[in-house]
């Protein structure tokens, strides 16, 4: 599988952008897909995750602002991603796995280039 992240961008403060991945194959319906990020002179952490069934899993930083979704017909995940604030200043990385993990970046097979996404204050 590979992935094609796109959608990053910069934003003022309470601004909103959607990110969106975009995967090759005729298997993706068969993936849970994730979102992580990694802020400079941070590790990566996990942000939003939806299995192959749909059920969605949200870090707590991001509660009630992000929302991921997919498209199975359009092989694409997305990100929504609203009330942004500077700390989600990131580097922002789709992943996609076929085990049972979902927030863990070990449980993930495959792996986008990331794609910025700056919030000023």
């Known amino acids: 599988v590979q992935l094609q992240a796109s959608g990053g961008g910069s934003v003022q403060a309470g601004g909103s952008l959607r990110l969106s991945c975009a995967a090759s194959g005729r298997t993706f319906s068969s993936y849970g897909m994730g979102w992580f990020r990694q802020a400079p002179g941070k590790e990566r952490e996990f942000v939003v995750g939806i299995s192959r069934s749909g059920t969605t899993y949200y870090a707590d930083s991001v509660k009630g602002r992000f929302t991921i979704s997919r498209d199975n017909a359009k092989n694409t995940v997305y990100l929504q991603m609203n009330s942004l604030k500077p700390e989600d200043t990131a580097l922002y990385y789709c992943?996609?796995?076929?085990?049972?993990?979902?927030?863990?970046?070990?449980?993930?097979?495959?792996w986008g280039q990331g794609t910025l996404v700056t919030v000023s204050s």
């Open positions: 992943a996609a796995h076929g085990g049972g993990g979902i927030r863990s970046s070990d449980d993930y097979d495959y």
